[in-house]
């Protein structure tokens, strides 16, 4: 079994920063993908980045690209989400979630966290 376990999510204003974890336990975390999900109110689950087992290869959402950055510590089995230059339209509930697949299709992922919220006033 794997686990995951959001933290970071806070109250911040437009413009600001907020780094996300994304702490893993319970299975091999090197073999794992890991993504960086949202739903904002009223709106669909998104995809917002994800990264490889290797850290290699990174996807970024339209959305947030060049805003946001990836990333993981194997060694720490954390996965994080640096959020730079946050908007209101960041303000969402962000979700950590693994896979042994590569892809941003939240089907495709077996295990979830259960979710931090993010909120980005103006």
Known sequence: QV???ESGGA???AGGSLRLSCAVSGR???NY???????APGKQ?????????SGGLTFYADSVKG????SRDN???????????????DTAVYFCAATTKWSMNSQAYDY???????????
């Open 3 to 5: 686990q995951l376990v």
């Open 11 to 13: 109250l911040v204003q």
């Open 28 to 30: 091999t975390f090197l």
């Open 33 to 39: 993908a890991v993504g960086w999900f949202r739903q």
């Open 45 to 53: 689950r998104e995809s917002v980045a994800a990264i490889n087992w």
């Open 67 to 70: 805003r946001f950055t990836i």
């Open 75 to 89: 060694a720490k089995k954390t996965a994080y989400l640096q959020m730079n230059s946050l908007l209101p339209d």
């Open 112 to 122: 979830w966290g259960q979710g931090t919220q993010v909120t980005v006033s103006s």
